[in-house]
């Protein structure tokens, strides 16, 4: 994943787009989040932390409400397709047999799937996963929030450590 944010940070940075955009851009992306918005940030454009947590943060965060409002009607349109359909329960599949967490701890279940910084957990998940289980909305978006709040703490802290050891 180092690699997929250098070859992001290299091309857009190449293409002047600014430093804090690249940031954000990245942070928006499926998968990549701010986790790897905030290790963009720190250890390849050495960024301020400050600066670098808050961009990804937002970044991260921007698209979390439109998940929660509208990804099962999307997927219910999706679903009619011919060829888009297959993925699309792929994706619901997936992603409801991680149920067992939110299922076993309520909302907390929610917030510590988002704020461990795993591949497969992370905000937009969270959100595809609440919305799938027709959580509140309002309350998912919270702890959604806390939740990458908490990753992008835990990736800071370890960029940090890494940019030290390092460089």
């Not at 409801?96 to 701890?105: H, S, T």
């Not at 027709?134 to 959604?144: A, E």
């Amino acid at each position: 994943m180092q690699e997929v944010c250098r070859t992001m940070q290299e091309f857009l940075t190449a293409h002047g787009i600014p430093d804090w955009l690249v940031v954000f851009i990245i942070s928006l992306c499926p998968v990549l989040e701010c986790r790897l918005g905030m290790f963009t940030a720190i250890s390849l454009l050495h960024m301020s932390t400050v600066k670098g947590f808050l961009i990804s943060f937002a970044g991260n965060i921007l698209p979390i409400p439109f998940i929660l409002l509208l990804i099962n009607q999307i997927f219910e349109l999706l679903k009619k397709i011919p060829g888009i359909n297959k993925p699309i329960f792929w994706l619901e599949d997936k992603t409801l047999k991680k149920r067992d967490k939110i299922d076993k701890y309520g909302i907390w279940g929610l917030l510590l799937f988002v704020a461990i910084p795993l591949p497969g957990t992370g905000g937009w998940t969270g959100a595809l996963l609440a919305s799938l289980l027709h959580l509140d909305r309002k309350k998912s978006f919270g702890v959604i929030c806390v939740g990458v709040f908490i990753a992008g703490l835990i990736i800071t802290v370890l960029s940090l450590a890494f940019n030290v050891a390092v460089f």
